[in-house]
C-alpha cells in the first residue's frame, strides 16, 4: 500500500511454509478482502516461563498464535482494530494492547516497526473517527525510541466511506455490498451531497443478498460529505437505533428524514443522542407517519437544545398527544434559536386537544418580530382554530405563506379568526379549509372578516357547503361572485347536486371578476337536471378569463359519463392551459372524440384524462393527439389506470408484447412532450399549482411549486398570455394589493436575470444549478375507495382523521334515481383504425 510505511515483514526469525499456510488461511477464512499487513514471532511470559508467540497484524485484526511443540499452531487472541483501546509501550523492547475485557503483552526487538503498522492500518480504516473512539497511546519514558511516523491515509469521502464500511462489515462478519459502495462513489463523484436510500434499489428489507443497514449507518458516524440522508418505507425495526448511533457522532448531517419506517423503537435513543453530541449541524428533521408517542418526552428537550436550531420539524401523524404536545411547544416557546430561525413546522394527524392548542398558540404568540415561520401544517390536529389563528395574527403576520387547517372544526367564530389572519398576513398564499365541516355563514363571515385583502388560493374541498338546500348555494355563489380578491377556489367533494352545480358555477364563478382557477371535481352526477349543468359548463369554458379548471369524478357516483360530450366542442376553442376531466369514465368513443378536440386546441399546456374507461383505440387516440397537436402541449399525466385497463384485456401471452407495445407508445409522447417544455419557456413560470388548491399532503415539494408565482401570487405566464389575448386580467387593486407578497424560492425571470428567494433554503452545494421539475399532482386527488380522506389517513389508519358529514339533511331536495351505467365494451386493436376514420363527429353543443 502506498500510505503504509515500508518496514520489515519479518522479525525474530523466519516463516516456515506451514505457518506461511496457517496465516494466509485466517485471512482466506473471512472472504472479505483482508491483507497482511506485519507479522514477527514475539516473547511472552506466562507463569514464569518465556513462550513464543507469532503476532500477524491485518488489515482489520490482530493475531497471537501459538505454536505447540509438535508443530499445532492455535490462535490464542484475537481482536478488531477498531476496538483496540489502548497502545501501551513500557520498558525497552516491552508492549501492551489492550481490548474491552483482556489484552496481549509481549516483548520484541520490533516494538517501534509493530506499533507503527497497527497504527497505520487503523488509520487507513477510521478515518475521522474522533478521540474517544481511538486508542490511547501510551509511552513511558524514552527507552523504546522514536516511533515511525505514520503518514495520512487517502481521506477522500468516497474511499473513507468504502474502507470504514469493508472494516465494519469485517467486524460484524456480514458481507459488503459491492453496489453500496458503487453507489456511494457514484454520488461522491456527482457532487450529491443528498444520500436518498430508497432511491437505490437494493435497500430493502427484502433485497437479495439481504442488506446490512447496522453497518452501512455505523459507517455514516464520521461521514463528512452527506448533508441529508432519507429513508422511508421500510419494516427495519432497527433504523432510527442505528440512526441515533450516527448522530450522536457526525458533524456534517443537516437533513434527516425517515418517514413511514413501522417502528417505535429507537426515538429515545435518537434524542439522548442529539442531546450528549452537541456540535451536531441537524436543521431539519422528518419523523412523519412513525410511532414516536411518548419517546417525545426525550426527543423534545434534544429538539430544544439544537445547536443551529431547526428550520423545518414534521412530526405529521406521530402520534404526538397533548401531554407530549405541551411539553413540545414549551421547549420550542424557550427555544429562541428555534423561534428565530423555524420556516416550517408539521403537526398534522396528532390527537393535540385543547391544552396543546393553547400551548401552540402561546408559541405563536410569542413570535412577533422574530418569526420565519412560513409554512405551518395542522391538518386534522384536533385543535383550536380560533385560538390558534388569533395568535398567528399576532406572532407570524409578517412571515406565514401557507397554513392548512384541514379537517379541523371551523364555526362561524373560527372563521372569523381565520379572517382576521388573513387580513393581518403580509405574505399568506395558501389557506387549506377542506373537510372542515363549514357552512356558507361560516364562510360569509371569513370573507367578511378578511375585508378587501388578498387570499390567492383558498382550499373549501369536503366542506357543508350546500347544507340547507338551494338558498345556501345562492349564498354562496353571490359571496364568490361579489370577491374581488380570491384567485383560485377548490370546492372539490362538497357534494353539490347538479342543480345547485350548475348556480354555482353560473352565479358564482362565471360572475367573478378575479377568479382564475376553480376545482370542481366530485360535484354532480350523470344523473337528473345534467342539462342544467351542461349548460352552466359550456358557459364556464367559453369564459376568457378563467386558467385552470378541473371537473374530475371518483370513477363511481360522481362523475359524468359520456353526458360529458357535450362540452367537447367548446375545447377546440377554450383559453384554459389546465384542463382535468379523470375519472369520468367517459367509454371509447367519447374518449376518441375528446382527444379529437384536444388536437385543435391552441391554449392547453398540462391535461388529466386517465380514469376515462379508454382500451387500446383510446389510448392510440391520445398519443396522436399529442404528437399531431400544439407545440403548446407541454404535460400529459399518464394514463395508468386505462392502460392497467388494456393489458388486463389482453390474455396469456399477449400482455407481456403488449405492454412492451404501451411503454413504447408512452416513450414517444414523453420525447414529444418534452421538446415542447424545451420550446416553450415559459412553462417553468406557469406550472400549476394543482396541489396548492389540495395541500393536505405534506410530501408535495411547495418550494418549486411556489417558484412559478410572480410577486403578485399570479403566474407572470399566464396573465401575460391572458392579457395578450383579449382577455380581462386580474383587477388592478388586487394586482396592486398583491404585488408586495414576496415570493418563496428564487425563479428565474423573463428578462434573464434572477430574483432573490424570501429565505434562505437548504440548497445542495452547486447553487448555480436549476432544480428538477417536478410534476405537478392532480387538481383532486383521487381514492376511489376513500375519497374524503386526506394523504395521511390514508397512509397511516390509526392517525386521528376528520370525520366526514353528509351535507344534504335527510329527505331534502333529493335526486331522481340515476341512470345505470353500462360498461362500456372495448374495440379490439385491428378494428381502431376503421372505427377511428369513420368515427361519427362530436354532438353539437346544447341548447338549453
Not at 453496489?179 to 456527482?190: F, K, N, R, T, Y
Request: contains cysteine; hydrophobic residues 40%; proline residues 6%.
Amino acid at each position: 500500500m502506498a500510505d503504509i510505511p515500508t518496514i520489515p515483514t519479518t522479525g525474530d526469525g523466519f516463516l516456515t511454509t506451514g505457518e506461511r499456510e496457517f496465516l494466509d488461511k485466517l485471512l482466506a477464512h473471512r472472504k472479505d478482502g483482508d491483507e497482511e499487513r506485519f507479522h514477527c514471532w514475539v516473547r511472552k511470559s506466562k507463569h514464569g516461563k518465556i513462550q513464543e508467540r507469532l503476532v500477524f497484524v491485518s488489515k482489520y485484526r490482530l493475531w497471537s498464535v501459538k505454536k505447540g511443540s509438535f508443530g499445532k499452531k492455535t490462535v490464542q487472541r484475537e481482536g478488531h482494530l477498531l476496538e483496540l483501546r489502548s497502545i501501551k509501550l513500557s520498558r525497552k523492547e516491552h508492549a501492551r494492547l489492550s481490548w474491552d475485557g483482556w489484552y496481549v503483552e509481549f516483548q520484541t526487538g520490533l516494538v517501534p516497526q509493530l506499533v507503527c503498522a497497527l497504527r497505520a492500518a487503523l488509520a487507513e480504516i477510521s478515518v475521522g473517527y474522533c478521540a474517544d473512539l481511538q486508542p490511547a497511546l501510551e509511552i513511558e519514558g524514552d527507552s523504546v525510541g522514536t516511533l515511525l511516523e505514520v503518514p495520512a491515509p487517502d481521506s477522500s469521502p468516497a474511499v473513507a466511506f468504502e474502507r470504514n464500511y469493508r472494516a465494519l462489515c469485517n467486524l460484524h462478519g456480514v458481507v459488503a455490498h459491492q453496489p453500496l459502495i458503487d453507489a456511494i462513489h457514484a454520488l461522491v463523484a456527482e457532487g450529491n451531497h443528498t444520500l436518498d436510500l430508497n432511491a437505490l434499489p437494493f435497500v430493502s428489507a427484502r433485497s437479495k443478498p439481504p442488506f446490512d443497514l447496522r453497518t452501512a449507518f455505523r459507517a455514516l458516524r464520521f461521514d463528512r460529505h452527506f448533508e441529508a440522508v432519507l429513508l422511508r418505507d421500510q419494516p427495519w425495526k432497527e433504523t432510527v437505533a442505528c440512526i441515533a448511533e450516527v448522530m450522536r457522532y457526525n458533524t456534517t448531517i443537516c437533513k434527516l428524514a425517515l418517514t413511514n419506517l413501522d417502528t417505535h423503537e429507537g426515538f429515545a435513543a435518537l434524542g439522548e443522542a442529539l442531546q450528549v453530541n452537541n456540535q451536531h449541524r441537524l436543521s431539519e428533521l422528518e419523523l412523519s407517519l412513525n410511532k414516536v408517542g411518548n419517546d417525545m418526552l426525550t426527543l423534545a428537550p434534544a429538539l430544544q437544545a439544537s445547536p443551529l436550531g431547526l428550520r423545518r420539524l414534521l412530526l405529521n401523524s406521530c402520534e404526538v398527544n397533548a401531554k407530549t404536545g405541551v411539553l413540545l411547544f414549551a421547549g420550542l416557546k424557550e427555544s429562541t434559536r428555534t423561534s428565530a430561525v423555524i420556516e416550517e413546522l408539521g403537526v398534522s394527524h396528532n390527537d393535540l386537544g385543547p391544552i396543546a392548542s393553547a400551548s401552540l398558540s402561546a408559541w405563536l404568540g410569542s413570535m412577533a418580530g422574530v418569526s420565519h415561520l412560513q409554512r405551518l401544517l395542522l391538518n386534522g390536529s384536533v385543535i383550536d382554530v380560533a385560538q390558534v389563528c388569533e395568535s398567528a395574527s399576532v406572532g407570524l403576520a409578517a412571515s406565514l405563506q401557507e397554513l392548512d387547517l384541514t379537517g379541523n372544526r371551523v364555526d362561524v367564530r373560527a372563521a372569523q379568526a381565520v379572517g382576521q389572519l388573513i387580513k393581518a398576513s403580509q405574505s399568506l398564499r395558501l389557506l387549506s379549509l377542506g373537510a372542515c365541516r363549514m357552512r356558507v355563514d361560516a364562510f360569509a363571515a371569513l370573507l367578511t372578516s378578511a375585508g378587501e385583502c388578498n387570499f390567492p388560493h383558498l382550499d373549501l374541498s369536503r366542506n357543508e357547503l350546500a347544507h340547507g338546500g338551494s338558498k345556501h348555494v345562492a349564498e354562496l355563489s353571490r359571496l364568490v361572485a361579489s370577491n374581488r380578491s380570491l384567485y383560485s377556489l377548490d370546492v372539490s367533494h362538497n357534494h353539490l347536486k347538479n342543480d345547485y352545480l350548475a348556480k354555482f358555477i353560473t352565479d358564482g364563478v362565471c360572475a367573478s371578476s378575479s377568479l382564475r382557477r376553480i376545482n370542481l371535481s366530485c360535484n354532480g352526477s350523470k344523473g337528473s337536471k345534467w342539462k342544467l349543468l351542461l349548460t352552466a359548463l359550456q358557459s364556464l369554458l367559453s369564459s376568457s378569463t378563467l386558467d385552470a379548471l378541473s371537473i374530475a369524478g371518483d370513477g363511481s357516483k360522481f362523475m359524468y359519463g359520456e353526458k360529458l360530450s357535450a362540452i367537447f366542442p367548446l375545447l377546440e376553442s377554450t383559453k384554459l392551459s389546465y384542463l382535468d376531466l379523470s375519472a369520468n369514465r367517459l367509454g371509447e368513443r367519447p374518449f376518441i372524440s375528446l382527444c379529437d378536440s384536444f388536437r385543435r386546441n391552441q391554449s392547453l399546456q398540462e391535461i388529466q384524462v386517465d380514469g376515462n374507461a379508454a382500451g387500446m383505440p383510446g389510448v392510440c387516440a391520445l398519443r396522436d393527439c399529442i404528437l399531431e397537436a400544439s407545440s403548446r402541449l407541454c404535460h400529459v399525466h399518464k394514463p395508468t389506470e386505462d392502460i392497467q385497463r388494456v393489458l388486463s384485456a389482453c390474455k396469456g401471452k399477449e400482455r407481456e408484447p403488449m405492454r412492451v407495445k404501451l411503454e413504447d407508445m408512452w416513450s414517444e409522447v414523453e420525447a414529444k412532450l418534452h421538446r415542447n417544455r424545451e420550446n416553450t419557456p415559459s412553462y417553468t413560470e406557469n406550472m400549476f399549482l394543482t396541489k396548492i388548491l389540495c395541500a393536505s399532503d405534506p410530501a408535495v415539494d411547495l418550494e418549486s411549486a411556489f417558484s412559478a408565482l410572480g410577486d403578485d401570487g399570479v403566474p407572470a405566464a399566464a396573465l401575460a398570455s391572458s392579457s395578450g389575448s383579449g382577455a380581462s386580467p386580474i383587477s388592478p387593486r388586487v394586482h396592486a394589493a398583491t404585488s408586495s407578497v414576496p415570493s418563496l424560492a428564487p425563479r428565474q425571470s423573463t428578462s434573464g436575470g434572477s430574483s432573490s428567494s424570501y429565505s434562505p433554503q437548504l440548497q445542495h452545494r452547486s447553487a448555480t444549478a436549476a432544480p428538477a421539475r417536478m410534476a405537478p399532482p392532480p387538481l383532486s386527488p383521487r381514492v376511489p375507495s376513500q375519497p374524503s380522506l386526506p394523504a395521511y389517513a390514508r397512509a397511516h389508519p390509526s392517525s386521528p382523521s376528520p370525520q366526514y358529514h353528509e351535507p344534504y339533511p335527510a329527505g331534502e331536495d333529493a335526486d331522481e334515481e340515476e341512470e345505470e351505467e353500462l360498461p362500456p365494451v372495448p374495440l379490439r386493436e385491428e378494428e381502431f383504425s376503421d372505427y377511428y376514420r369513420a368515427a361519427p363527429p362530436p354532438p353539437p353543443p346544447c341548447d338549453y
